[in-house]
């Protein structure tokens, strides 16, 4: 890991934390939700967090473009590029929506198609996850010291974690089937990454389209805590795709 490497996760840290305390004044007071194109929720705590983001990344690093998940619904897609921030300013809006408080800021730097930088803030539950490279993997809890952390290789069963909104899903129960399940955990936004690389779970997986804004961070932060991300064909999620979408994927811990 390069110390510049280090630097530009410290900055992203402190530009995550300050679009989180926007969102959370939001948060605080009643606010009005609309509905995109694609049906899923924004609200002005979507756009504020947004704003703060690209402005501090563009001012910070001007050279590297941002692939943020409103501006792309505002303006269209970009075409592709090998290096680029993937931006999703409040992961989890219907979790936001719900006021259960697991929705997160979600910032990562892409290299050559590979989240090689990431930070996943949840700002309501006072975590912080974040990584710039294999064993740089951190978390902090309410703003305190932060502790590295790793993911684990599983025990007799494996722990899962989805959201709650797939807890009765046809397409998981029949994977599941497959797989020794010893315990199941709901949590919301990419949060669950970083439940994974602290080694409280073994395996989240996901089916169905999600965009390269909604796991590069988590992604990045997973693989430095020794675990991976995978397509369901079992390749490594790969990123500057036409679009920026993924198809489904897994993220696993360490294996035994």
Not at 42 to 50: F, G, I, S, Y
Not at 54 to 73: K, N
Not at 95 to 117: K, M, S, W
Not at 151 to 168: K, M, Y
Request: net charge negative.
């Amino acid at each position: 890991m390069s110390t510049d490497r280090q630097e530009m996760l410290d900055t992203v840290c402190g530009i995550a934390v300050e679009a989180g305390q926007a969102i959370l004044k939001v948060y605080a007071e009643e606010f009005d939700v609309r509905h995109k194109t694609d049906k899923t929720p924004v609200t002005e705590a979507d756009l504020a967090a947004e704003r703060i983001i690209v402005e501090r990344l563009m001012s910070a690093f001007p050279d590297i473009p941002c692939i943020a998940e409103e501006l792309c619904e505002a303006e269209g897609m970009p075409p592709c590029c090998d290096r680029f921030w993937a931006i999703d300013p409040l992961d989890g809006t219907r979790e936001f929506v719900a006021r259960n408080g697991e929705f997160a800021v979600l910032i990562a730097l892409v290299e050559d198609g590979r989240p090689v930088l990431g930070v996943v803030h949840g700002p309501a539950v006072g975590l912080t996850y974040a990584a710039c490279g294999p064993g740089t993997a951190m978390r902090w809890r309410n703003g305190g010291k932060p502790e590295p952390i790793h993911a684990r290789s599983p025990g007799d069963g494996l722990v899962i974690v989805h959201s709650r909104s797939h807890e009765n899903s046809r397409r998981l129960a029949e994977f599941l089937q497959d797989y020794p399940v010893q315990a199941r955990k709901s949590c919301g936004s990419a949060l669950k990454f970083g439940v994974i690389a602290a080694g409280e779970a073994d395996l989240y997986p996901r089916f169905g389209t999600t965009m390269e804004w909604d796991t590069a961070a988590g992604q990045a932060i997973l693989e430095a805590a020794g675990g991976r991300v995978e397509t369901l064909a079992g390749d490594r999620l790969a990123y500057g795709k036409p679009g920026f979408k993924n198809d489904g994927f897994l993220a696993w811990g360490c294996r035994a």
